[in-house]
């Protein structure tokens, strides 16, 4: 019998410096049993060109242009083409390890529908890397590695876009690409999230993730930290907040601030904590700010942090254990 088809998407554009390595790493799985969906996102450099000089050497990879304008278009045309049994991503600037496809089909083959598989994840640059996408890098390998990928859903996206695979089925019922919420990719990690697909922990490098300074997710509006806000906000309402309990924000600095514009316009009443004595006991959007004892006198609260510095945030876990609170049910990091 033939192994199950797997489709890898890849939308495209103006990548010509780096699709070819992204393709060669396609054609060297050890897994066979695949076809390669490029999309054209309207590229005016030789990106397609080079994609399809590819396609006449091997049948496996097709390209087509978008029918619509931008990646969620992009996503949703290469989806329409494909026929795999298995659905996966892939950027068009990455490169695949050689065991990528392979690993994660046999991860989905042995523990079945209602499971994501996803995979330990490398970054790497031409000029060194930030030691911001360094530690990401190893926060986001660390939940992979044990598969408690969502446990911190609220901080980050923690499902790397180019880097999972799931039954087709299992694709439709989450509602695939069919959205038209940015930024797209953590807006499909929150539905396999509600969806409640269980991650299978995986300890081996499936992909490296190339960064530079014009790639879309550092210079597209769409992926602006008001968006991921905004994209939070509206998941936490929705799967984790809890109407019955008071919901207190830490932290009053520009994140803090933000949520706190967010909550008000869509009129969730919250009480405001922070640690800085200038702005305990005044008052911002009207809302006043009290120092972190004043939770102790709420009555079973919900908590979300803002706080962004890593001692501070240990500092705030460690207070919330000796409270017998649990993450993601009574406190949740959105930093």
Same mark, same amino acid.
């Given at each position: ?17 780096? $699709? ?8 060297? #799985? ?39 304008? *931008? ?27 050689? $065991? ?31 030691? =911001? ?13 044990? =598969? ?16 999972? /695979?799931?039954?087709?089925? !299992? ?13 797209? !990719? ?62 207190? $924000?830490? *932290?009053? =600095?520009?994140? =803090?601030?933000?949520?706190?514009? $967010? ?49 501070? #945030? ?13 993450? /993601? ?7």
């Amino acid at each position: 019998m033939m192994p199950p088809l797997i489709s890898v998407l890849v939308p495209f554009k103006n990548t010509e410096a780096f $699709i070819s390595d992204c393709l060669d790493s396609i054609l060297k #799985q050890s897994y066979s049993n695949w076809e390669a969906v490029f999309i054209d996102d309207g590229s005016d450099d030789t990106s397609f060109t080079i994609v399809e000089n590819y396609s006449k050497n091997d049948v496996r990879i097709k390209v087509y242009k978008n029918n619509g304008n *931008g990646i969620i278009d992009a996503l949703k045309t290469a989806y329409s083409y494909a026929s795999g049994s298995y659905i996966t991503r892939m950027d068009s600037d990455d490169i695949m390890t050689p $065991i990528r496809l392979e690993t994660m089909v046999t991860n989905l083959e042995k523990h079945g529908k209602q499971h994501l598989a996803v995979g330990q994840v490398k970054y790497f640059r031409a000029d060194g890397l930030s030691d =911001g996408f360094a530690r990401y890098e190893q926060w986001l390998n660390k939940l992979t590695v044990e =598969g408690k990928n969502y446990s911190e859903i609220y901080k980050e996206c923690v499902i790397p876009s180019p880097c999972w /695979m799931l039954h087709r089925e !299992d694709f439709d019922s989450c509602n695939g690409f069919n959205s038209d919420i940015y930024p797209e !990719d953590y807006d499909l990690a929150f539905r396999f999230y509600k969806a409640g697909y269980t991650c299978i922990p995986c300890s081996d490098v499936l992909l490296h993730w190339r960064d530079y300074s014009t790639r879309t997710s550092r210079t597209h509006e769409h992926y602006a930290e008001n968006s991921f806000l905004d994209l939070k906000v509206k998941y936490f309402l929705e799967l984790n907040y809890d109407t019955s309990r008071p919901l207190a $924000i830490w *932290g009053a =600095g520009h994140k =803090g601030k933000t949520l706190a514009k $967010i909550l008000l316009k869509q009129n969730i009443p919250f009480h405001w904590i922070c640690d800085n004595p200038k702005k305990i006991g005044k008052h911002i959007y009207d809302q006043e700010l009290f120092n972190f004892d004043f939770l102790a006198e709420l009555k079973n609260p919900q908590s979300i942090v803002t706080v962004a510095n890593h001692e501070a #945030q240990k500092e705030i876990t460690s207070y919330f254990e000796t409270k017998n609170m649990e993450s /993601m049910i009574d406190y949740f990091f959105f930093c």
